[in-house]
């Protein structure tokens, strides 16, 4: 399967790891996936990558009791390197100016670029601009033909050009979503919680 | 937070909140006993077989409905400037944070007893762990503790921002240049959710702001690492 169509490959650091790296959500089956879903793949740059950001946070302090956190062995090891890393972001990615892209030599004194090394800046993480902006032939055709009339498309073109649902609409998200939400107790004296019977773990009748 | 689809007020988690949500619903009560009066008037109007083309005058008609508009108006305000005062009141904070807004992240600051700054950005949705939720959970949450009157002081490093979390029934304006503040006092542990409610630019809708709230005892503890 084609990797980000960016020529640096992103790292896995921090915050238990993109999710394409190592430590991280089963993948959806890939195989049966349609011609279209190969596409969109290579148009957006990979599963999970149409919004691909930037190096996790760095979660330096916190009084958290709650939320189990998982996969401390690799943060352990990552937490020095992600450090460093994000000093650098802090400071503004070394200088907007002197920025060098993926997409080739610094743009003097023009739009920034929202992504840096195939990461977004992490006060920007959702940049309108197209994640890879290297494209084939073949995508490059089906680009200029989103330019004309949208009825020119057929069906398979059309899913293949349209952004890739976030991960969190998946009904196992939203199983775990709700599952969390009940946990936190969300609204819990008309709401969603009020709802929910804790003892017998169901919902009330 | 709300769940998807959700259409009412949050559960309240301040007492100021729950006094919003008392008069949320008797305002609401009025509005609604106006339209059905004046959707049943329409119909009559439209639906009546009556014509009468010689009135000149009706002062008894036009004394009630300007007197009575005027004592809804009365019933309406009263509850409100009672609560606004109420929200007013500074009753002696025990803790004061600033919170800054930036283009697009939040920054806050505990400088009460010694001095914690962080920063506290969306998480990217590529670094969400199952459950987690898109748009809305961050990095760094603001940890404070229950039953304590807290105040939070707000500002912008740049442009309109507005820190916002409607399960305390708060949004301050963040404004550069200026301090405003604003206090409340939780009285249930958890979670709570909120957003940037001013427009700050492309990224407005992606600096949520998340409070967790837990028991004095835990607060008093202090900040440990967690890796």
């Not at chain 1, 979660?59 to 189990?68: E, I």
């Not at chain 2, 988690?13 to 009066?37: G, Q, R, V, Y």
């Amino acid at each position: 399967m084609q990797e980000s169509l960016c020529s640096a490959s992103p790292q896995s650091v921090g915050r238990g790891a993109p999710r394409d790296a190592g430590c991280a959500l089963p993948r959806p089956a890939e195989a049966g996936r349609s011609h279209a879903g190969a596409a969109r793949e290579r148009l957006w740059g990979g599963p999970g990558a149409g919004a691909r950001t930037q190096v996790p946070p760095q979660r330096v302090l916190s009084w958290s009791l709650g939320r189990p956190r998982s996969r401390s062995h690799c943060r352990a090891r990552e937490m020095l390197p992600r450090a460093a890393w994000s000093l650098v972001l802090r400071k503004g990615g070394g200088g907007r100016r002197g920025m060098h892209s993926s997409e080739g030599t610094t743009r003097g004194g023009g739009k920034m670029s929202p992504y840096t090394n195939c990461y977004a800046q992490r006060y920007y993480p959702m940049p309108e601009e197209p994640f890879c902006t290297e494209l084939n032939a073949e995508q490059q055709a089906l680009k200029e033909k989103e330019k004309g009339s949208w009825t020119q498309l057929t069906h398979a073109e059309k899913v293949a050009l349209f952004p890739p649902k976030p991960i969190t609409l998946t009904d196992e998200w939203k199983a775990q979503q709700l599952q969390r939400m009940l946990d936190m107790k969300v609204n819990p004296v008309q709401g969603l919680a009020s709802r929910w019977d804790y003892e017998k773990k169901q919902w009330k009748k | 937070m709300a769940h998807a689809a959700q259409v009412g007020l949050q559960d309240a988690t301040s007492p100021i909140m729950e006094e919003l949500i008392i008069f949320h619903d008797h305002a609401l009560m009025i509005i609604f006993l106006i339209c059905f009066l004046v959707l049943y008037a329409l119909f009559l109007t439209l639906t009546t077989k009556l014509t009468n083309t010689s009135i000149s005058d009706a002062q008894e008609m036009e004394t009630v409905w300007t007197i009575l508009p005027a004592i809804i108006l009365v019933l309406i305000a009263l509850p409100s400037l009672r609560i606004l005062y109420m929200t007013d009141e500074v009753n002696d904070p025990s803790f004061t944070i600033k919170s800054i807004g930036h283009q697009w992240y939040w920054t806050y600051e505990y400088t009460d007893y010694g001095g914690l700054i962080f920063n506290s950005y969306m998480l990217p949705p590529l670094f969400l762990e199952p459950g987690d939720l898109r748009l809305l959970d961050v990095d760094n949450r603001v940890v404070l503790p229950v039953e304590a009157p807290v105040r939070m002081m707000i500002t912008s490093q740049d442009v309109l921002h507005s820190w916002a979390i409607p399960t305390l029934g708060l949004k301050t304006d963040a404004i550069p240049g200026r301090l405003n503040q604003t206090t409340f006092t939780a009285t249930r542990p958890g979670v709570y959710y909120g957003q940037c409610s001013e427009i700050c630019g492309a990224n407005h809708s992606f600096m949520p702001i998340v409070l967790e709230l837990i028991p004095l005892k835990i607060f008093e503890m202090g900040p440990v690492f967690t890796l």
